[in-house]
């Protein structure tokens, strides 16, 4: 079965540089969410969106901004990267309304030099 | 605020052995409860909710509302659960819902 995809799976960038995840939902999922895990460090959640459409916003600083496409792609973007923002971006998708089951891609683990 | 907490960074047990992670938390509406599993080079997954009121992989976990807490148990641990356990709680406001994790914890299960 399909599972969410992300992409690069890995990325290292340079500090003041930017950066572009990219998570596909599983097929007829309309909700994403983004998380960052930073080592040793539980998921912290980012932000959501619901049918293309910002949902929730969680501790997402103010250098990043993400959207969702009309393909219900999302795209995570990251500006002026700082070496704290080296961590494990993960993308997770659901259905409406069933925030507890989420289905989780692999992970973007982006290293800031 | 709401708030998930799982007090073992790592727990190790040998198999055979019964195993209890702990999980509490902190929530002023109804909880609802989920424990994730992420298996070594695998994706986090969902492994059970307190509403199912399931079995999963010998696992079972009771939502105690006057302990606030939502320990994952399981009786004889195998080799096979050796992983990272996350304690999940769901968070509802202003219509839209997220998950709050606790920080996780570590099981190995030695031979």
């Known amino acids: 079965a399909a599972g969410v995809i992300q992409s690069p799976r890995h990325l290292i960038k340079e500090k003041r540089e930017t950066a572009t995840l990219k998570c596909y939902p599983i097929?007829?999922?309309?909700?994403v969410y983004w998380y960052q895990q930073g080592p040793g460090q539980d998921p912290q959640f980012l932000i959501s969106f619901y049918e293309k459409m910002q949902s929730d916003k969680g501790s997402i600083p103010d250098r990043f901004s993400a959207q969702q496409f009309s393909d219900y792609h999302s795209e995570l973007n990251m500006s002026s990267l700082e070496l704290g923002d080296s961590a494990l971006y993960f993308c997770?998708?659901?259905?409406?309304?069933?925030?507890?089951?989420?289905?989780f891609g692999e992970g973007s683990r982006l290293t800031v030099l | 605020a709401q708030r998930v907490t799982q007090p073992e960074k790592l727990l190790s047990v040998f198999k055979g052995a019964p195993v209890e992670l702990k999980c509490n938390y902190s929530y002023s509406g109804s909880p609802e409860l989920f424990w994730y599993v992420q298996y070594s080079r695998q994706r986090l997954q969902l492994l059970l909710r307190?509403?199912s009121r399931e079995s999963i992989k010998g696992f079972t976990a009771d939502l105690n509302k006057g302990e606030t807490s939502f320990h994952l148990k399981k009786p004889f641990a195998q080799e096979e659960d050796s992983a990272m356990y996350y304690c999940a709680l769901k968070d509802v406001q202003g219509g839209s819902e997220k998950l709050v994790f606790g920080k996780g914890t570590k099981l190995t299960v030695n031979p």
């Open positions: 307190h509403i």
């Open positions: 097929p007829r999922h309309d909700t």
């Open positions: 997770a998708s659901s259905l409406e309304g069933y925030a507890g089951e989420l289905f």
